[in-house]
Nanobody
Framework: VQLVESGGGLVQPGDSLRLSCEVS????????MMWVRQGPRKGLAWVSS????????SYAHFVRGRFTISRDLVNHTLHLDLNNLQPKETGTYYC????????WGNGTFVAVDS
């Protein structure tokens, strides 16, 4: 499984970003895919997951209503739309495969600063 994230950058509080993760080597529709964040000097924090044909979607309470996870099945890409970003959400966002989190991308960095 190969995961390549993109879309990070420097934004101001209240701005939006779309993160993308190109997925190869797996049928990511049938398997759990998630976004995990690591802030500066902080541990890892699960952000959102998507799984299955329906699909089943879940969010961490601190992003619910502002972040949206989705899949582009044609281009085998996982997305995370981040809205109303806050400085505390600065960090590296990782695309992760599998309910056992067996494969990780290199991450894309999001900096929220005025």
């Amino acid at each position: 499984v190969q995961l390549v994230e993109s879309g990070g950058g420097l934004v101001q509080p209240g701005d939006s970003l779309r993160l993308s993760c190109e997925v190869s080597g797996t049928n990511f529709v049938e398997e759990e895919m998630m976004w995990v964040r690591q802030g500066p000097r902080k541990g890892l924090a699960w952000v959102s997951s998507i799984n299955g044909d329906a699909p089943r979607i879940s969010y961490a309470h601190f992003v619910r209503g502002r972040f949206t996870i989705s899949r582009d099945l044609v281009n085998h890409t996982l997305h995370l739309d981040l809205n109303n970003l806050q400085p505390k959400e600065t960090g590296t966002y990782y695309c992760v495969h599998g309910d056992d989190m067996d494969s990780w991308g290199n991450g894309t960095f999001v900096a929220v600063d005025s």
